[in-house]
């Protein structure tokens, strides 16, 4: 497997509304899992139902928190550049936020889209 | 920036860092993502498209500009092919654009009764056509 430095390698899914991306990524995702590789799965989408796909039932997939928005500090660096930086390394933010789901896939949620405040 | 996507870009760019075998992303519908470079830190890229005019269209220019951003590998994905016909149409219209076309996922009822019920398609019978054709898309994934 090529790609990134240390073999790991990340999949986006992308697709209109109702094409079927959710599926495929889930469905995807567990594939891989079930074959012993350890899946992290995202859902970046504003309207989040990846969950349901990873195996979760309805009631506790309504449960999952998003990510909270005060994970990104905003830092300007001596040019007067601004950036975003993670307050926490990514494997404690999977340890902290991830949801683990019936074929070992760690799921984050990145949160529905809330445009008020979000820059 | 909206701060969903820079985190969603943050985490996805770092996460390998932590030592995962594989991340799978779920992104935003539509091409908004893809111009704020939210997807920038991705290996691969499927673009999931239907075996319809606008649907390709869309693939088209996700495709084009997942190139654009310098993602290494972006491929297309026929979802909810129905037949031969649908297909070759995929296929004919990923040629002429220079799109390389990866997989193709055959529509499935199963997929439409796991959306009725809740649930997920993998749940409901395992060995649905398009957990088999996923399975198969897969390999193609572990092989890149």
């Known amino acids: 497997m090529g790609g990134s430095v240390n073999g790991g390698h990340r999949v986006a899914v992308c697709g209109k509304g109702g094409s079927g991306k959710t599926t495929i990524a889930g469905t995807l995702a567990r594939v891989l899992a079930r074959r012993g590789r350890h899946v992290v799965a995202i859902d970046g989408d504003s309207n989040p139902n990846l969950a349901l796909t990873l195996g979760l039932p309805r009631a506790e997939a309504q449960r999952i928190p998003p990510l909270p928005r005060d994970l990104l500090v905003e830092r300007t660096d001596p040019s007067g550049e601004r950036s975003y930086v993670l307050r926490e390394p990514p494997d404690e933010i999977i340890r902290t936020y991830g949801v683990h789901t019936p074929d070992n896939v760690m799921l984050l949620l990145m949160g529905r889209v809330d445009h008020a405040g979000a820059g | ?144």
């Open chain 2, 1 to 144: 920036m909206c701060r969903t996507h820079a985190t969603v870009r943050r985490v996805l760019g770092e996460l390998v860092a932590g030592g995962d075998d594989m991340t799978v992303v779920d992104m935003e519908a539509g091409l908004e993502h893809l111009s704020r470079g939210t997807t920038r830190a991705s290996d691969t890229m499927l673009v999931v498209a239907e075996p319809y005019f606008k649907s390709l269209e869309t693939a088209r220019r996700a495709y084009e500009l997942a190139k654009e951003l310098g993602i290494p590998r972006v491929f297309v994905v026929a979802n909810k092919s129905r037949g031969p016909r649908d297909e070759e149409a995929i296929r004919t219209f990923c040629e002429r654009n220079h799109l390389d076309l990866l997989a193709a996922v055959s529509f499935d009822d199963t997929v439409l009764e796991a959306e009725l019920g809740g649930a997920a398609v993998l749940d409901v019978n395992a060995q649905a056509s398009s957990v088999m054709q996923i399975q198969r898309l897969a390999d193609l994934i572990t092989a890149l």
